[in-house]
């Protein structure tokens, strides 16, 4: 069967596996779209698109899973450095102090 059918004509199993999710973009890139494929299949891989607003992708790249793992690490939060206090009581095995804030 060729690849380009998405399902079996004759019983219409999908022949492709894939998981989608849109991103709205930051307002400065207003219009925009950053859609995100993870594909399921024998090549398993995924896809990052930017999507204009008329839905037209205006450019496409894949990752390797291990690149995907990378940029997920890369994208997690970033916390504030430890203080020296506090990496003292860390490795003491106390707890670090909370700070207050305006609201405590």
Known sequence: MEERFRFCPWCASPQRSKIV?????????????????RYLTRDPHVRLSVWSETGVAEAAVSLRESEAARLARFLEPTRPPMSLLDAIRQAAGKPRLRRRTRTS
Do not use: C, I, Q, T
């Open 21 to 37: 999710e849109f991103f709205a973009p930051h307002p400065r890139d207003a219009g925009k779209a950053l859609r995100v494929s």
